[in-house]
């Protein structure tokens, strides 16, 4: 079992930034691609962004690209989403995740729900204009 913790969601003006952290603990000594999602309500549960394990590949959903940039730093167990240039509409409470890979999978990363195992409870992020 992984426990994921996000922090560092706020309030800000359109055009501002922020930067969120995911904080992993457990089962760590595994392999994990990670991600992050947010969700609207009354709306699914949206991907933003996916790391591989090694954090060499990464892809990210085409309304986020060019403004928000993901990176992990495994020997602290963490994993961060930079936001910049921030539109009232990636207003969203924003999820990271978790889904097992091994070594032959390890420079992969995940796209889809179902592909993550471990949620954090999410932070909320709100963009004003």
């Known amino acids: 079992q992984v426990q994921l913790v996000e922090s560092g969601g706020g309030s800000v003006q359109a055009g501002g930034s922020l930067r969120l952290s995911c904080t992993a603990s457990?089962?760590?000594?595994?392999?994990?691609?990670m991600g992050w999602f947010r969700r609207v309500p009354g709306k699914e549960r949206e991907f933003v962004a996916g790391?591989?394990?090694?954090?060499?590949?990464?892809t990210y959903a085409d309304s986020v690209k060019g403004r928000f940039t993901i990176s992990r730093d495994n020997s602290k167990n963490m994993l961060y989403l930079e936001m910049r240039n921030l539109k009232p509409e990636d207003t969203a409470v924003y999820h990271c995740?978790?889904?097992?890979?091994?070594?032959?999978?390890?420079?992969?990363?995940?796209?889809?729900?179902?592909?993550?195992?471990?949620w954090g409870q999410g932070t909320q992020v709100t963009v004003s204009s």
């Open positions: 995740a978790a889904g097992p890979v091994d070594r032959s999978t390890g420079g992969i990363y995940y796209t889809e729900i179902y592909e993550y195992d471990y």
């Open positions: 457990g089962r760590t000594d595994r392999m994990y691609a």
């Open positions: 790391i591989s394990w090694n954090g060499i590949k990464r």
